[in-house]
């Protein structure tokens, strides 16, 4: 049974950085293409940043320059670091997984069978 949980997020001001961690269970990483969302109040879900089986990166044009998507594939997560941090990135953040023989990144989040419960972060300007 897959198990995705993510951890990391927090409260902090404007132009801080934050680590978001999803830790995989029933799954190995390096054979899966991951990705992250994000969702807030009223808001659509809305991919962020993805990463293939064998490790291409994609990341939404709101983040690019200031988030880094990657795999720890020792620890067996996800992890997303994030910098530079703006109010409007304020949202709910999901780790997701897609099925393992969809191995090509993807932000759509109808391509992705597993999901974790999220993790909040909250940027003040």
């Known amino acids: 049974q897959v198990s995705l949980v993510e951890s990391g997020g927090g409260s902090v001001q404007a132009g801080g950085s934050l680590r978001l961690s999803c830790a995989a269970s029933?799954?190995?990483?390096?054979?899966?293409?991951m990705a992250w969302f994000r969702q807030a109040p009223g808001e659509e879900r809305e991919g962020v940043a993805s990463i293939s089986a064998s490790g291409y990166t994609f990341v939404a044009d709101s983040v690019k320059d200031r988030f880094i998507v990657s795999k720890d594939n020792a620890e067996n997560r996800l992890l997303l670091q994030m910098s530079s941090l703006k109010p409007e990135d304020t949202a709910m953040y999901y780790c997701?997984?897609?099925?393992?023989?969809?191995?090509?990144?993807?932000?759509?989040?109808?391509?992705?069978?597993?999901w974790g419960q999220g993790t909040q972060v909250t940027v003040s300007s």
């Open positions: 029933g799954l190995s990483v390096d054979q899966y293409s």
């Open positions: 997701a997984a897609r099925a393992r023989r969809y191995r090509h990144f993807s932000d759509r989040s109808s391509d992705f069978s597993y």
